[in-house]
């Protein structure tokens, strides 16, 4: 079984500090929600974010990479074959536990709302059938309970060529989930950090090698 990780996610709910900012008002007006209860996006909310959060302003506010990598990875073979599990991490460690069966809207929009919706109920749809779940905890904490070999994905890591890199059965990848700059978390507990490419890869990009390259050994 493989385990994949987004880590460190920019996936959040507008914070306290910006919920009066104009710009996040206006867009949650036209949303019927409240400021407190919609995702934080940067394509609505960049000069909120620069506004507080200036150093982390190109960072900060991207469900949308979140969306990609998910949509790559429930659609897997691998998904299919019942032989993945998904994991959303974010950076102020809530963890988002994937079913298998989950199969999520491609329409970005409703994927936020289902977002939204996940973040203020915890579960989807429900507790008694959860597709969806959100729990607080840290990513070393998530990693020790899956207990397979860790892996990181960085391009600060050993360079690798995955076709030829040791892959046993069980193990757990950890992706960052952030467009620029390094994990939050302290990912030095992991077993191994390594590079597959000598470049920046888009988070849904090394979920798809890497669950390519494990399909080829396993299915």
């Known amino acids: 079984m493989m385990h994949l990780i987004l880590a460190d996610s920019e996936l959040e709910l507008v914070p306290q500090a910006i919920q009066g900012h104009p710009a996040i008002v206006k867009h949650a007006k036209m949303r019927k929600k409240k400021p407190s209860r919609i995702l934080l996006d940067s394509t ?6 620069r506004s507080k959060y200036a150093a982390e302003a190109e960072r900060r506010g991207r469900p949308d990479i979140v969306h990609f990598f998910l949509m790559n990875a429930q659609e897997s073979l691998l998904n299919y074959e019942g032989k993945l599990r ?3 991490h974010t950076r102020n460690n809530d963890v988002i536990r994937i079913s298998p069966e989950t199969r999520l809207p ?7 709302g ?18 969806l779940t959100l729990e607080k905890m840290s990513l070393r904490a998530l990693v020790d309970e ?3 070999k860790a ?11 995955l076709k030829e890199y040791d892959i046993p059965e069980d193990i757990t990848f950890i992706i960052g989930g952030f467009p620029s700059g390094d994990f939050l978390s302290n990912v ?16 849904w990009v090394a979920a798809y090698e890497v669950i390519a390259r494990y399909e080829n050994l396993y299915l």
Do not use: C, W
């Open 44 to 49: 609505y909310h960049h000069q909120a974010i």
């Open 86 to 88: 998904v994991y959303v």
């Open 106 to 112: 491609k329409s970005y929009n409703r994927f936020v």
């Open 114 to 131: 289902l977002m939204e919706h996940v973040f203020q109920n915890k579960y989807v749809p429900d507790k008694e059938n959860p597709l």
């Open 146 to 148: 899956i207990g397979n």
């Open 151 to 161: 892996v990181v994905l960085s391009e600060k890591g050993k360079k690798v060529n």
């Open 188 to 203: 030095n507990f992991a077993d191994e950090i390594v590079s597959i490419y000598d470049g920046t890869l888009m988070a």
